[in-house]
């Protein structure tokens, strides 16, 4: 995963982070911004990732989704092991072109149980899908 932007520790994380998902790096997901809370990421389609209708795969969204979720709330979590995803509900909206397009907020923060939000767009800015879900920032054992 390509990452672009910084600022603060919970940022860096983040950022940093990312080079340990290698399923999200296998998918090509860029991270184009962070910042508290916030969270932008996209991804070019390659063929292997559509459907039968040549559009973006579903679980391809899902993932994007996903990832974005947890990209946001990994910037108020530093000292953190990382983040979980509890709970994700997703509504597929529309076809999902290239460039893919998530942006994902935290809702509701908290020290271990965050909830937040994401959608993506397609190439022409129509949303594709939103989803919502409840995420478990994971402290070492003390």
Not at 88 to 96: A, C, D, E, K, R
Not at 101 to 123: D, L, S, Y
Request: glycine residues 10%; hydrophobic residues 40%.
């Amino acid at each position: 995963m390509t990452t672009a932007n910084a600022s603060n520790a919970g940022v860096d994380y983040a950022r940093d982070y990312a080079t340990r998902v290698p399923f999200a790096e296998h998918l090509g997901f860029r991270i184009d911004h962070l910042e508290d809370g916030l969270a932008r990421l996209s991804c070019e389609l390659r063929p292997e990732m559509t459907n039968s209708w040549g559009m973006a795969h579903g679980g391809v969204i899902a993932t994007l989704l996903d990832v974005t979720l947890c990209m946001a709330a990994r910037t108020q979590h530093p000292g953190s092991k990382g983040i979980m995803t509890i709970d994700m509900s997703i509504s597929f909206i529309g076809p999902g072109t290239s460039p893919l397009r998530a942006e994902g907020r935290v809702m509701k923060p908290g020290k271990n149980t965050i909830f937040a939000e994401a959608e993506v767009r397609n190439g022409e800015g129509a949303l594709v899908a939103k989803a919502i879900g409840t995420l478990r920032a994971r402290y070492p054992e003390k």
